[in-house]
Every structure is written in structure tokens, then in C-alpha cells.
């Protein structure tokens, strides 16, 4: 009977933990660094990364999600990948 109460309670909480919203880290495209970029957004690596950073150092920070796409390397698939964890913070 106590093995019964415990596959009972063992799903109970698998399923209550498989109910929660999942969230993601966000990441601030405007402050954060190139090994925090690589980490957080899907499809970008050590190198896309530094674009990024190179990017918004060399033209101020973002004024808009889309405008990533000006990265080269970054086209509209890795932004609409990543819009959800994207976030525009004060520019440098």
C-alpha cells in the first residue's frame, strides 16, 4: 500500500511540473556580452555572438528587435527563433 501512495504521488507531482509554463532567460541584446548572447539565443554561437556585440558597438544599440537582422550572420529565422527571449534594454 505505501509503494501504491508513492507511484500515485510521484505522478502526481510529474504531472503537476509538466503543467508550469516554462521560462526562459531572457537576454538584453543592448547590455549583454557576446558569451552571454552565445548562451541564451538558439542558433548562435561564439561568433555570431561577437558579431552582435562588434555590431552595436560600431553603430549604437538596437532600436528594435528586427534590426538584428543587420548583423551579418543573423537573418530573420535566428530573430524569430529568438524573439521571446530577446530584450531591448537602454541602448550603450
Not at 505505501?2 to 510529474?14: E, N
Request: hydrophobic fraction near 45%.
Amino acid at each position: 500500500m505505501k509503494y501504491r501512495f508513492c507511484t500515485i504521488g510521484t505522478a502526481l507531482v510529474l504531472s503537476l511540473l509538466l503543467c508550469l509554463p516554462v521560462f526562459a532567460q531572457t537576454v538584453d541584446i543592448n547590455t549583454a556580452d557576446a558569451a552571454a548572447l552565445a548562451e541564451a539565443l538558439d542558433g548562435v554561437g561564439d561568433k555570431k555572438a561577437a558579431a552582435i556585440v562588434e555590431y552595436r558597438e560600431a553603430n549604437g544599440g538596437f532600436v528594435s528587435i528586427d534590426e538584428l537582422t543587420a548583423v551579418p550572420g543573423i537573418g530573420e529565422k535566428t530573430v524569430e527563433a529568438n524573439r521571446e527571449v530577446m530584450t531591448l534594454g537602454e541602448s550603450p
